[in-house]
């Protein structure tokens, strides 16, 4: 049996299809008629609720009825997701607001929230049928799925550009993907990775067009909600790029809510890097919604996670966070390195510059007045900081170089450095 889908429906026109129809809105095209699936959500109350949720697993399948998967597909139990909420009361106060909570998912089976789309991905093409999947990805996305897909016994191909950092790409090759390594951007790849699909009947996992990804992430939300239950933050900080991520925090927060678990939703902070913004500006210019498909922005920062100049899920995004009554920031490079430095050395996370995104977001929005220093706050650490130590080495500093002599020791501890 099916799990709790009643259908997908289009975030353009609104039409809703049966589940299996399409990964995309017919009328709207691949581009613009994005689906978001839609649950029986009467009937999962009926079983997901506070009470039953003390009995799960400590994982992300905890969520079964809210997830595109059926019974036989659906695992008890895993290793994605349940991720440790932090309190981190010495950055907060050095980021001057009331309290701040770090939601670690640099903790996930190959280090980044992205696993929480790549389970659900792999078991929905098994459900299907597919022996093969593939994805495009600035890296974090490819390396999860890779992941999954060896877990699973899935063969995985997976397209990158030429500026996958290096943790990233042994990631990709550990896990014994087909790794084709695009001359070109990020673009240039996914747009291969769609046409190879369509050609060789992979399981296409890109996330923005494959509708059930947005589920997997949507469980960081999930968790979120029900962690938080009875301590609710005012908002919640997400670093962004295709949009996917947040547009799926927010809506597990919103079912948490319709299903009655929690009675509140916060509000969503999203992050870009201010070298590509393209979903900053549009928020800005509260642009009409069914304008067109945004023109090439720029693109330019040292985050690869959300270097993303063309995102794939702008109407989802920019739905949640005007839906949330959100807000989005900028933040340079200089802002991220410092952000890598204070994530670390104050609470003890090791975030990749994506990921420390979010924690520079909340300086940005206190000195813009969207945060006020009482605000409590939680922030997503999307990636971790391993998976691109040359992106860690530029933000972190160097050691003190010294001959095997105690007195070398001596001088430094004295000079205070
Ligand atoms: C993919 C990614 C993001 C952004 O998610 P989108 O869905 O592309 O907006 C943020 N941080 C990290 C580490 C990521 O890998």
């Not at 095209?29 to 003390?54: C, F, H, N, Q, W």
């Not at 003890?348 to 977001?361: C, H, L, N, S, T």
Request: a neutral charge; charged letters at 20%.
């Amino acid at each position: 049996m099916l799990s709790h889908v009643s259908g997908l429906a289009c975030v353009r026109c609104g039409k809703v299809y049966r589940a299996g129809a399409h990964f995309t809105c017919p009328d709207c095209g691949p581009d613009e008629g994005i689906l978001d699936v839609r649950y029986d959500l009467e009937r999962a109350a009926e079983t997901l609720t506070r009470r039953s949720l003390r009995r799960r697993s400590r994982s992300q399948w905890r969520y079964r009825e809210l997830l595109p998967l059926d019974e036989t597909h659906c695992p008890r139990d895993g290793l994605v997701g349940w991720s440790p909420l932090i309190d981190t009361p010495r950055l907060a106060q050095v980021l001057g607001v009331g309290r701040l909570r770090l939601k670690d998912d640099t903790r996930n089976p190959s280090g980044s929230f992205k696993d929480r789309a790549s389970a659900v991905g792999v078991l929905h093409a098994l459900q299907t049928g597919a022996s093969e999947i593939a994805c495009a990805s600035t890296g974090n996305a490819a390396s999860s799925l890779a992941c999954c897909a060896a877990a699973a016994g899935l063969h995985a191909n997976i397209f990158v550009s030429r500026r996958i950092p290096e943790g990233k790409l042994a990631q990709l090759l550990a896990y014994g993907a087909r790794v084709f390594r695009v001359d070109g951007s990020y673009a240039d790849a996914y747009a291969l990775s769609t046409q190879a699909c369509a050609r060789f009947g992979w399981y296409n996992r890109n996330c923005a067009v494959n509708p059930y990804l947005v589920e997997g992430k949507k469980t960081c939300g999930l968790e979120i909600a029900e962690q938080c239950a009875d301590d609710p933050p005012d908002w919640v900080v997400c670093s962004v790029g295709d949009g996917c991520s947040i547009a799926g925090v927010y809506k597990g927060l919103a079912e948490m809510k319709a299903l009655g678990v929690v009675a509140w939703t916060a509000h969503l902070l999203g992050v870009q890097a201010a070298g590509v913004a393209p979903l900053a500006a549009e928020f800005e210019h509260a642009a009409d919604r069914h304008a067109a498909f945004p023109a090439k922005h720029a693109s330019d920062t040292y985050a690869d996670s959300i270097n993303v100049p063309v995102p794939r899920n702008r109407r989802k995004a920019l739905d949640a966070v005007r839906a949330s009554d959100g807000a989005f920031v900028t933040v340079t490079d200089e802002q991220i390195m410092e952000a890598v430095r204070q994530a670390g050395s104050l609470a003890g996370v090791f975030a990749e510059p994506a990921a420390a995104a979010a924690v520079a977001g909340i300086a940005e929005a206190r000195t813009r007045g969207i945060l006020d220093e009482h605000a409590s706050v939680v922030a997503i650490i999307t990636g971790n900081g391993l998976k691109d130590i040359a992106g860690a080495l530029r933000a972190v500093g160097v050691p003190h170089d010294i001959s095997p002599r105690i007195r070398d020791i001596s001088r430094i501890v004295a000079g205070g450095a």
